[in-house]
């Protein structure tokens, strides 16, 4: 299985408050993915980076913000949580090649905003 | 609209039993196709990927078959395990754009019984 580690696996917080989903990869990946994933739909792209410095907004809208100071990090930041957040998040690395590339996934972490 | 539809959305099956999933999409231009598992509460993991001039490729009990010219792709699984119960997605990859962007499917969620 691939090198791509996210924390917490599970999260259940108040609205407004702050959190910061981590993910890091040891394969050395310049591209990196934040996916979300609800039960039955598909995943949707909400932030990539295809280096250090260099942060995209991806297909779907999100109040979060993400960072990129190291290859091997990537968190994702939602500054006021709110219960339209809850939802799976799935980090995601891959080669520089994309287009014939495997995504390599995390485990996920799974927010509740209660 | 660039789509990629799955289906049926859940199979039950015994285990031992051979089944079949079907991908039909209408992304275009098209560059691969790849099947992903993913077990409950773990990231998604690469099965197969196919390009434009490949229609068939295997992997262990695993086989995935392309048609370019109909837009259809399947993923027949040989002979089931208990551990073959996950979500099977499908994912398009087109060319063209510098982001080489991914189209998911929703998913087939296989249950096999004993």
């Known amino acids: 299985e691939a090198d791509i580690y996210q924390t917490p696996r599970y999260l259940v917080i108040g609205t407004g408050k702050k959190i910061t989903l981590e993910c890091s990869q040891t394969m050395g990946h310049d591209k990196m993915y934040w996916y979300q994933q609800d039960p039955g739909m598909e995943l949707h792209l909400i932030h990539y980076?295809?280096?250090?410095?260099?942060?995209e907004k991806g297909d779907l809208s999100s109040e979060s913000t993400v960072s990129r100071i190291r290859t091997e990090h990537f968190p994702l930041t939602l500054e006021s949580a709110r219960p339209s957040h809850t939802s799976q998040y799935l980090c995601?690395?891959?080669?520089?090649?994309?287009?014939?590339?495997?995504?390599?996934f995390g485990n996920g972490t799974r927010l509740t905003v209660t | 609209k660039n789509q990629v539809e799955q289906s049926p959305q859940s199979l039950i099956i015994l285990e031992g039993k051979n089944c079949t999933l079907q991908c039909n999409y209408t992304v275009s231009p098209f560059s691969n196709l790849r099947w992903y598992k993913q077990d409950t509460g773990r990231g998604p993991v690469s099965l197969t990927i196919m390009t434009f001039s490949e229609n068939t490729k295997s992997n262990g009990r695993y086989t995935a078959t392309l048609d370019a010219d109909t837009k259809q792709s399947s993923l027949h699984i040989t002979a089931s395990q208990l551990s073959d119960s996950a979500s099977y997605i499908c994912?398009?990859?087109?060319?063209?754009?510098?982001?080489?962007?991914?189209?998911f499917g929703r998913g087939t969620q296989l249950t096999v019984w004993p």
């Open positions: 980076s295809y280096g250090v410095n260099s942060t």
């Open positions: 995601a690395s891959s080669e520089p090649d994309r287009g014939n590339s495997p995504l390599h």
């Open positions: 994912v398009v990859s087109d060319r063209g754009s510098t982001l080489g962007r991914l189209y």
